[in-house]
């Protein structure tokens, strides 16, 4: 039998595992597990910008999704699984006790906010990303944030950290060490009863934790306990070293052996981010724009690293030798809500509908799941009939903040050119086109910094289901888009990690010529579109001026 491997992807809403063919790329089977304390809205407070997952729905959703993924495997598969490997959501960060454990599933613990994994779109450390900026600027020492594009966020591994620490006096006292998920799913995997010993992704270090080789590793602790004491022997139980993920973590442990059916000397690779794995899994080349575009996009790019030297690309999310592809820089950029747009108006839409339920009966229930679930396709239809510029409606994407260029959870959304003939097809138009926009200057950031932005992917389910909102991205960009024929690339990425560190393949880029899934789709730009567009964007760019200038301070 063929040797086989199993890629997980851990998203914002649901964990979903993918068992392949490792010899030719086929996948023979998956399973998706929705989070169900998520689904409930546990430990988030969206007013307060708080988004918490409590480490459970991982671990079940572990479990659930690999036996179930297994079990439609033919016979004798589990036993020609030779690695797995995991991509996540980040930076999602949770606080561990010293054997690792997280402190969201101890005794005392297991309903505090506080104590459960803070994921990427948690913006309660807003305030602390301002200090950790300030501080960099100040201190008088090297700027840490420089291989971060220049600007800390709040959605970062040390902003989320230092809020946590101030507002939890029970969780400070019980935390040994900070991890992110990405590189706690292999600890759990392997067995690993040490903080201490945990395998650190190069990835989520580079990118969200202001760790670089020429700093030694992390910044140091004069610098860190400078911006609070409270963050004085911190460092001391983190990390210096990383690894890129073509590398292995450990071997599985014989009780997940157990629980899962697979062989106990199954390798177990080093964790990734979600949208990095994913652009592997999606056939990332040099200077290709790798868009992961779900609830959010991530934007990833590599570099061979002498054509980079010596290049600080300003505003992004961090640049990181090896953090997609080992020897090649990976770049990041991206965008904090772009699905998320659309699941906003859409439950803006549908408040009469689902408030007026609570009172009603089965039947006008299931009515109202009916018109729920054709309600954006109905929207896309409208809108896609409409022409570009027609209502004069122009909306900012905003809504979650500001990822890049320039990373900024202050500033908010808007819509201008409101009027009483303008509907909700109108409205839905512009704010697609807002998602476009902010796509656009991302590339026109990349551009501006010296790197060419030569073609563009469009990865996940959206690409795939949205034809119009890829349309219109072709247009805005005045360029095609091509569309990865895997639905699943993070967890296919995944797989390809889990491959090369499972020794079936020598490097990354042989897992990826054996087993990529190429391109099915491709949306060309429609020029007259493209040329009206490019009108529109000047007045999104206005709009997105004025609304800086009237952030909160």
């Known amino acids: ?52 997952h409590n480490p459970l729905d991982y671990v079940e959703g572990l479990e659930f999704t690999v036996k179930d993924a297994l079990g439609q495997c033919p016979r004798g598969v589990a036993q020609a699984v030779k690695g797995i490997s995991a991509a996540t959501t980040g930076s999602t960060t949770g606080a561990v006790d010293r054997a690792g454990v997280s402190l969201g599933m101890r005794p005392g613990l297991e309903h505090n906010p506080n104590a459960m994994f803070v994921i990427w779109k948690d913006h309660t450390g807003v305030a602390e990303a301002e200090e950790i900026n300030h501080a960099a600027r100040t201190w008088g020492g090297e700027d840490f944030t420089k291989y971060e594009g220049g600007v800390y966020s709040a959605e ?21 060490s900070w991890v992110e998920l990405c590189d706690w799913i292999p600890a759990l995997l392997t067995g690993n009863a040490d903080a201490l010993t945990i395998k650190r992704s190069r990835c989520a270090a580079g990118h969200k934790a202001m760790w670089h080789p020429s700093f030694g590793g992390l910044p140091p602790e004069e610098f860190l306990a400078g911006i609070d004491p409270l963050l004085a022997g911190v460092r001391a139980n983190l990390y210096t070293e990383t690894l890129t993920s073509d590398k292995s973590s450990g071997l599985l442990c014989r009780e997940w052996a157990e629980r899962l059916g697979l062989r106990p000397d199954t390798v177990v690779g080093v964790g990734a981010f979600d949208a990095h794995m994913g652009a592997v899994g999606g056939g990332i080349v040099p200077y290709a724009l790798t868009k992961v575009i779900g609830t959010s996009t991530c934007d990833i790019m590599v570099s061979p690293m002498k054509e980079m030297e010596g290049t600080l690309v300003r505003g992004i999310c961090g640049q990181v030798e090896g953090s997609v592809i080992p020897g090649m820089l990976g770049m990041e950029a991206g965008q904090s809500a772009f699905g998320d747009v659309y699941a906003w108006f859409k439950q803006l839409l549908m408040w009469p509908l689902v408030s007026s339920r609570l009172a009603e009966g089965s039947e006008r229930g299931g009515l109202v799941d009916g018109i729920s679930d054709r309600l954006m396709d109905r929207l896309m239809v409208e809108a896609g009939e409409r022409p570009v510029g027609s209502s004069r409606v122009v909306a900012l994407d905003w809504l979650n903040g500001r990822r890049t260029p320039d990373a900024d959870q202050k500033l908010k959304g808007a819509i201008i050119g409101l009027s009483l003939g303008v509907d909700a097809p109108d409205i839905f138009k512009s704010l697609v086109e807002a998602t476009a926009f902010g796509a656009k200057a991302i590339v026109e950031r990349f551009i501006l910094e010296g790197v060419p932005v030569k073609e563009v992917i469009a990865l996940g389910g959206v690409p795939r289901r949205a034809p119009y909102i890829m349309q219109t991205l072709a247009d805005v960009f005045g360029m095609p888009v091509k569309v990865a024929a895997s639905e699943q690339t993070c967890a296919l990425g995944a797989a390809m990690f889990a491959a090369t560190a499972g020794g079936i393949y020598g490097d990354v880029s042989k897992a990826q010529q054996a087993m990529g899934c190429g391109f099915d789709m491709e949306f060309r730009p429609k020029p007259e579109n493209s040329k009206r567009y490019a009108e529109l964007y000047e007045l999104y760019l206005r709009l997105s001026g004025f609304m800086e200038s009237m952030k909160e301070r």
Request: include cysteine; hydrophobic fraction near 40%.
């Open 1 to 52: 039998m063929d040797e086989h491997v199993i890629g997980i992807d851990f998203g914002t809403d649901s964990v979903r595992s993918v068992v392949v063919n490792a010899t030719t790329g086929e996948e023979v089977a998956q399973a998706v597990f929705d989070y169900p304390r998520w689904a409930e809205g546990l430990y988030c407070e969206p007013r307060e910008t708080r988004f918490r």
């Open 156 to 176: 970062w591994f040390w902003s989320k950290i230092l809020h946590v620490l101030r507002a939890d006096e029970e969780v400070r006292g019980a935390a040994y």
